[in-house]
């Protein structure tokens, strides 16, 4: 099968690959579509660290063609959703209902020792435990949701990813309150649903902030109220639109000193969720007084901060009954083959999110 394959920084290869499996806890699934996320690209950048040669894309929807002997959940012809939140059931984190932590992720077909996909007989890498760049995927059970019919796949797959770690971060992360107001940092394929989930939580203003003009339109569509382009001044200007600071501050890029800015542009009692991962190494700082006169607090957000097999099919829901968008975070549709003008777009800013068809 045809997979695009990571053999060096910069850009992708079309390989044939093979894919072995499904053992007994794993599924085989057919790709419909599979989005292309930020976390790729700091991949194919070498921002993030990753074994060569690797099959990226983790945020995949498709059809469940086999099932290994154990699986009971799943059968051939279900459509599914991937996630990179796959869990053991057995840790701690997992015992306490935060699966999306789980320390011990289960069946590692990532590793070289146990590889399903392979190049000329030489493992390759599944990134995220999914390879979802490829015409066939073998995961873990648990790396699997069912979803509804009725969500066309170029739209569910993002529900793995941008979706879950978006909207989950405002649900679920940070709790938004009704009325509320919330300002959510850099409005790309994540914080546009950020957005959109401090809007189903009835959110009662919700201010968007970015550099690029055009991700501020875009915020407006999702439920932004008002937009301010990102400066060197916009702790001040929320501060004075806002008449002493938002309640809720979402950091959804992954730079320390827009994280700082989430933090100092609270009101009391207000609370800064970062989403964005920094740089390995990095330090945020940030004045320490605060934290008493204002009982400001700082919350990270991994995936949604939930289990993602009950959230996703609510999101779903959400999306089926009309209160969120899906299609519109669709920019292009791209053959595999075109997957290295995908990235491109994403890093000039043109794309909210390029989805690669099978
Ligand atoms: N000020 C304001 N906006 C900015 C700035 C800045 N200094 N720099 C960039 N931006 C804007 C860009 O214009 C863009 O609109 C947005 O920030 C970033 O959007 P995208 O579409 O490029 O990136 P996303 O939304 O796909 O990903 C953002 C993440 C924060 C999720 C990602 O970069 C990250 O940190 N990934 C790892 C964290 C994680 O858990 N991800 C989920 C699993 S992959
Ligand atoms: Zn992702």
Redesign the pocket.
């Known amino acids: 099968m045809k997979a695009a394959v990571l053999h060096q920084l910069g850009r992708l290869d079309i390989d044939s690959v093979e894919l072995d499996g499904p053992r007994a806890d794993e599924v085989r699934v057919r790709t419909s579509a599979t989005g292309l996320?930020?976390?790729d690209y700091?991949w194919v950048t070498g921002a993030l660290p990753i074994p060569f040669p690797a099959v990226l894309g983790?945020e995949a929807a498709g059809v469940v063609e086999a099932v290994g002997a154990d699986v009971s959940e799943f059968a051939p012809g279900d459509f599914v959703v991937t996630c990179?939140s796959s869990y053991c059931g057995h840790c701690r984190e997992c015992q306490r209902g935060y699966s999306n932590r789980c320390d011990a992720k289960p069946n590692r077909p990532d590793t070289p020792q146990a590889a399903r996909l392979k190049l000329k007989g030489a493992p390759v890498y599944q990134a995220g435990r999914i390879g979802g760049f490829a015409e066939e995927m073998v995961v873990h059970r648990t790396s699997l949701v069912k979803i509804p019919q009725g969500v066309p796949p170029t739209s569910a797959a993002l529900l793995g990813?941008?979706v879950l770690?978006?909207a989950g971060a405002a649900l679920n992360s940070a709790r938004v309150e009704p009325g509320s107001t919330v300002a959510v940092?850099?409005?790309?394929?994540?914080?546009l649903n950020t957005v959109q989930g401090a809007k189903i939580a009835g959110a009662g203003r919700i201010i968007a902030?970015?550099?690029?003009p055009r991700?501020l339109e875009h915020a407006r569509t999702f439920g932004a109220t008002d937009t301010l382009k990102?400066s060197a001044d916009t702790v001040a200007e929320i501060v004075e639109m806002t008449n002493g600071g938002v309640d809720y501050a979402f950091e959804?890029?992954?730079?320390p000193?827009?994280m700082r800015e989430a933090c100092l542009m609270l009101r009391k009692g207000g609370t800064a969720a970062l989403?964005?991962?920094a740089k390995e190494g990095a330090e945020l700082t940030v004045p320490i007084q605060p934290f008493a006169w204002k009982e400001i607090r700082v919350v990270g957000s991994?995936?949604g901060s939930v289990p993602f097999q009950i959230f996703l099919p609510r999101l779903a829901q959400y999306y089926l009954n009309g209160s969120l968008k899906l299609d519109e975070l669709v920019s292009q549709r791209l053959p595999l083959a075109d997957i290295n003008r995908g990235f491109a777009d994403?890093a000039s800013?043109a794309a909210?999110r390029s989805v690669v068809v099978f």
């Open positions: 996320c930020h976390s700091h983790h990179a990813c941008a770690t978006g940092i850099g409005c790309g394929g994540v914080g902030i970015d550099l690029n991700k990102a959804v890029i992954g730079l000193a827009t989403v964005g991962v991994l995936m994403m800013g909210i």
